[in-house]
């Protein structure tokens, strides 16, 4: 498949597109060069429909989504893939139309890791700070929370969550019908942003391992086309991921590069407009390399301080 199969989910932004006989996709018209060519809101069932990532906080979007509904249809559940406001942001008013419930893993925080919380609360200590919350829709609350490995029964028929921090904390994907609902974990058309403290690394990388494991063949993410090879597109995004690691080991030197000088050397060839996202990524991976021994910081990792290799 092309680049731009990848990039480019059928249809028009704001019109509904049946990607099969029971499943809806209808894009929000929010294209950037961190949402694609903008969120994917998927409607499944007919009759009671469930709402997958009601998408950006978009009148037009609304009105697309209720739309996209039949004269006897309305959405009785909207699951959250995650707390990112270009997919949350919009389930308060889609909920209140259709006397719909809102189910998620939790807020905008459930889910951090130990590891990313006492970061972000000693960077504090110092005067500092970790970073992160970008796009974050900070007061996102569910109706109902769901566990990991938690099944729900629905008009559409049986949907479990699996538990997918690294993107965000609070990452769901989604089985339906064997399919996976891959949220922001895994996409066709980009890597996915890993931005501490609501992003790990680590988790991010033993997600998709969870993922790669699970057997689905096919996902439907939440930006860009549907991905037909799910296993070879974990795989890619593995290699993807270990490559970064190899380039960021390879420009360091024993006295200690910051996180700036370290952007410029490893990202080099990236559109200076989006070295800032670069950057968090590159934080990622530099607090996971220091907590696997492969790299010391000084002090302890975050956006002050200084990187140098273990030998």
Do not use: K
Not at 17 to 46: E, I, K, M
Request: aromatic share 6%.
């Amino acid at each position: 498949m092309a680049e731009a199969d990848f990039f480019l989910p059928p249809g028009q932004p704001g019109v509904p597109v049946w990607l099969q006989p029971d499943l809806r996709l209808v894009r929000a018209d929010n294209p950037s060069p961190f949402t694609g060519a903008g969120t994917n809101s998927y409607l499944l069932g007919r009759g009671a429909v469930v709402l997958v990532d009601p998408g950006p906080d978009l009148d037009a979007h609304a009105r697309a989504l209720m739309a996209a509904l039949g004269p006897d249809e309305r959405i009785t559940e909207i699951l959250v893939t995650h707390a990112h406001a270009d997919h949350s942001a919009l389930a308060p008013r889609i909920a209140a139309l259709n006397g719909a419930r809102v189910l998620a893993f939790g807020d905008a925080l459930a889910g951090r890791s130990e590891r990313m919380q006492a970061l972000a609360e000693a960077e504090a200590q110092q005067g500092g700070r970790l970073g992160g919350g970008e796009g974050v829709d900070a007061g996102f609350r569910p109706d109902q929370c769901l566990a990991d490995g938690e099944s729900l029964t629905t008009g559409a028929g049986r949907i479990t969550a699996i538990h997918t921090p690294g993107h965000m904390a609070n990452h769901l994907c989604l089985d339906w019908q064997g399919h996976l609902f891959s949220g922001d974990h895994v996409m066709g058309w980009s890597s996915s942003i890993v931005s501490p403290p609501d992003g790990d690394m680590a988790q991010y990388r033993a997600a998709l391992l969870r993922l790669q494991a699970g057997g689905w063949q096919r996902a439907f993410p939440g930006h860009g086309a549907p991905i037909a090879d799910l296993p070879g597109r974990i795989a890619a995004l593995l290699a993807h991921r270990a490559a970064r690691e190899a380039a960021i080991l390879a420009v360091m030197e024993d006295e200690g590069l910051d996180l700036p000088d370290l952007t410029a050397r490893v990202y080099g060839d990236t559109p200076r407009a989006l070295w800032p996202a670069a950057s968090r990524n590159l934080l990622a991976h530099l607090i996971d390399l220091a907590d696997r021994g492969l790299v010391r910081a000084d002090p302890a990792p975050g956006p002050m301080a200084r990187f140098s290799r273990n030998r």
